[in-house]
């Protein structure tokens, strides 16, 4: 494990190419093991990191009581194959004096942007940060984190940063809840009403399959199944375009984002799935 800019970018220079890249706040669950298990089968190198960024909560979240365990994820880490585990104190990411942010145009203005105010200029300044240091080949993002996967995949466009974005399937328990660092959180009824967010989804896409194209429909059946718990608290659904730029009134016409958030309990949720005509 190293925890500076300059030892990463010494032994990263040592590495074979392709080199690939798993960001990580740790916590790590089976869907981080999958994007690093895909990375690993698909790179010679792999690189994880390891980094808890404060810029991505708002005041009022749960960045001093988000899930730590750095023994447990660095044991993880090195049984799934990582070559490189980057696990920065905070001064390394933002040194003294730090006041460069990036801000990827619109993404504040999107449903969970709205949501959770310079939460994506956390994100996508960060993740410039860590593929700068890094410089990896390849990053492996989860589709579970919808509009963070387009916020990074535009980010990489509009600035032509040289690597390639890899999404990777969202990875559900049995019973279809999204695994999330969060749901240590939930009691066990909140956990079985959290379920309501999946299975809103689910009937939403069944719907979507058997031919309903209304999108305000399409969002009352999630927001109806959600609504329906009562330790449910929905904040918002929406029907976006494949890329996530904006909302869709009327008929869906090509690839579309269906993403819901809800608070359950004290824990905020967030799950997607993605229609395909
Ligand atoms: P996090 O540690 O929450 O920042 O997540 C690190 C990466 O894992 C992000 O790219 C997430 O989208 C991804 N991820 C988180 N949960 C899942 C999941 N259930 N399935 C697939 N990827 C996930």
């Given at each position: 494990m190293v925890r500076t800019v300059e030892a990463v970018r010494a032994e990263r220079a040592e590495l074979p190419a392709p080199v690939g890249l798993v960001p990580t706040m740790g916590a790590l669950h089976e869907g981080h093991l999958s994007l690093l298990r895909r990375a690993r089968g698909e790179c010679r190198s792999l690189i994880a990191s390891l980094f808890v960024n404060p810029a991505q909560f708002g005041p009022g979240e749960d960045f001093a009581s988000y899930p730590r365990d750095e023994e447990r994820d660095a044991r993880l880490f090195a049984e799934t194959g990582v070559d490189l585990l980057f696990a920065p104190g905070i001064e390394e990411i933002?040194?003294?004096?730090h006041a460069t942010t990036v801000t990827v145009g619109g993404a504040e203005e999107r449903p969970e942007g709205l949501s959770r105010p310079g939460h994506f200029t956390g994100v996508a300044t960060v993740v410039t940060a860590l593929l700068s240091i890094v410089a990896p080949d390849r990053a492996y993002l989860g589709e579970k984190d919808a509009q963070q996967l387009a916020v990074v995949s535009r980010l990489v466009r509009d600035l032509a940063l040289p690597v390639e974005v890899v999404a990777c399937p969202t990875v559900r328990d049995p019973d279809g809840l999204a695994l999330s660092s969060?749901?240590?959180?939930?009691?066990r009824e909140e956990r079985r009403q959290a379920l309501s967010l999946s299975a809103g989804l689910r009937a939403a896409a069944a719907a979507f399959a058997a031919g309903v194209r209304d999108a305000g429909e399409l969002r009352r059946i999630v927001s109806g199944c959600v609504s329906s718990q009562p330790l449910a608290v929905l904040d918002y659904v929406s029907l976006a375009d494949g890329e996530m730029r904006e909302e869709i009134e009327g008929e869906v016409q090509g690839e579309a984002v269906l993403s819901v958030a809800a608070r359950v309990g004290g824990t905020r949720l967030i799950d997607n799935v993605r229609l395909r005509p």
């Open positions: 933002y040194p003294p004096g969060r749901n240590v959180y939930l009691s």
